[in-house]
C-alpha cells in the first residue's frame, strides 16, 4: 500500500537554527514528491517537485533533497515566519497525490 | 490570477442532513480533485474530476459524491451527515491530470456536525 510518513510530527526551533524534516515513502510508480506549506485555517501552498533521486530544489531559506525512499526538506537560519505546517505528497501511479500527516514547526523569535 | 475559490467559507449542518460544497478552479485547469482535512489528520483523498468525469475516488462511503460542470466547477455532495465528517474540505485543481507543479488549492469549506 502507498504510504508517506513525516518526522518529526512536531519541532520547535530558535530563529537562525537550522535543521530538517524528513519524509519517507512507499510508492508503486512515483510521478513525483511535492512539498507544501500550510498556514492555519488555510489550504496548502505548493514549495516544490521532485522527480528523481539526487534531485535538489531551493527556495529563500527551504531545500528540498530526494532519495529512493526519503525526501527531506533543509531549513537554514529560519524565521518566525516560517512556522507553519509542512506537508510532503507523493504523486502515485494513478495521478492521484498522497499525503503525510506533516510536520508542525514553529519557530521562536 | 484568480485561485482557486470555494464556497461556503464555513458550513454548520445537523447530523442527517446533506451538505453541497462548491468549488471554481483556475482558469483553464480542468482537473478538479477534493481532499477531507479532519482536525489532526492528514489530508484524505475523495474524489478527482477531470473533464466532466469522475477520474477516481478514495476510500469513502457512496454518501460522498460529486460533479463536474461543464465550465469545469465542482460541487461535493455529502449526505446522511454524520458527527465524523466535521472537517475542512480542500479542492484542488490542475492544468490537467499529473500536472508537475502539483496542485493548486483553495482555503476550504470548513463543514461542522452537531
Known amino acids: 500500500e502507498d504510504q508517506v510518513t513525516q518526522s518529526p510530527e512536531a519541532l520547535r526551533l530558535q530563529e537562525g537554527e537550522s535543521s530538517s524534516l524528513n519524509c519517507s515513502y512507499t510508492v508503486s510508480g512515483l510521478r513525483g514528491l511535492f512539498w507544501y506549506r500550510q498556514d492555519p485555517g488555510k489550504g496548502p501552498e505548493f514549495l516544490f517537485t521532485?522527480?528523481?533521486a539526487g534531485e535538489e530544489k531551493e527556495k529563500e531559506r527551504l531545500k528540498a533533497t530526494l532519495t529512493k525512499k526519503e525526501s527531506f526538506l533543509h531549513i537554514t537560519a529560519p524565521k518566525p515566519e516560517d512556522s507553519a505546517t509542512y506537508l510532503c505528497?507523493?504523486?502515485?501511479?494513478?495521478?492521484?497525490?498522497?499525503f503525510g500527516s506533516g510536520t508542525r514547526l514553529l519557530v521562536r523569535p | 490570477e484568480a485561485g482557486v475559490t470555494q464556497s461556503p467559507t464555513h458550513l454548520i449542518k445537523t447530523r442527517g442532513q446533506q451538505a453541497t460544497l462548491r468549488c471554481s478552479p483556475i482558469?483553464?485547469?480542468?482537473?478538479v480533485y477534493w481532499y477531507q482535512q479532519a482536525l489532526g489528520l492528514g489530508l484524505q483523498f475523495l474524489l478527482w474530476y477531470d473533464e466532466g468525469e469522475e477520474r477516481n475516488r478514495g476510500n469513502f462511503p457512496p454518501r460522498f459524491s460529486g460533479r463536474q460542470f461543464p465550465n469545469y466547477s465542482s460541487e461535493l455532495n455529502v449526505n446522511a451527515l454524520e458527527l465524523e465528517d466535521s472537517a475542512l474540505y480542500l479542492c484542488?485543481?490542475?492544468?490537467?491530470?499529473?500536472?508537475?507543479?502539483?496542485?493548486?488549492f483553495g482555503s476550504g469549506t470548513r463543514l461542522t456536525v452537531v
Open positions: 484542488a485543481s490542475s492544468l490537467n491530470r499529473g500536472s508537475w507543479s502539483g496542485y493548486t
Open positions: 482558469s483553464g485547469h480542468t482537473s
Open positions: 521532485l522527480y528523481s
Open positions: 505528497a507523493v504523486m502515485d501511479s494513478s495521478y492521484k497525490l498522497i
